[in-house]
Nanobody
Framework: QVQLVEHGGGSAPTGGSLRLSCVAS?????????MGWFRQAPGKEREGVAA???????TYADSVKDRFIFARSSPSDTLYLEMKNLKPEDSGMYFC????????????????????WGQGTQITVSS
């Protein structure tokens, strides 16, 4: 089992910055292969924001490249998502996720690859 708890979030104006963190714990937390950040806006499907695969390679959604930075502490028990130059379309519920099963690079941005999820934290960007 892996427990994930997100921190941070809140509101910011367009062009502002926010930082999220996610702490992983549990009996299987040392067996995590992939971890990622996802977001979901009302009426929309959950989408991948950034994720890393078992090799540590990080993938970003095109919509957040050059604006968001996904970082993790060693040994990967805490994730961070630095968000800059925020846009209203970045608003939504943000979730961190972890997978202990094999998750190839091609699958890291799919929510179906992850069995463990945090409770989510709301981000609201005002125009």
């Amino acid at each position: 089992q892996v427990q994930l708890v997100e921190h941070g979030g809140g509101s910011a104006p367009t062009g502002g910055s926010l930082r999220l963190s996610c702490v992983a714990s549990g009996s299987s937390s040392s067996n995590v292969n992939c971890m990622g950040w996802f977001r979901q806006a009302p009426g929309k499907e959950r989408e991948g924001v950034a994720a890393f695969d078992p090799t540590g390679y990080t993938t970003y959604a095109d919509s957040v490249k050059d604006r968001f930075i996904f970082a993790r502490s060693s040994p990967s028990d805490t994730l961070y998502l630095e968000m800059k130059n925020l846009k209203p379309e970045d608003s939504g519920m943000y979730f961190c996720a972890a997978a202990t099963r094999y998750c190839p690079l091609i699958a890291t941005m799919s929510p179906h690859s992850y069995a463990y999820w945090g409770q989510g934290t709301q981000i609201t960007v005002s125009s």
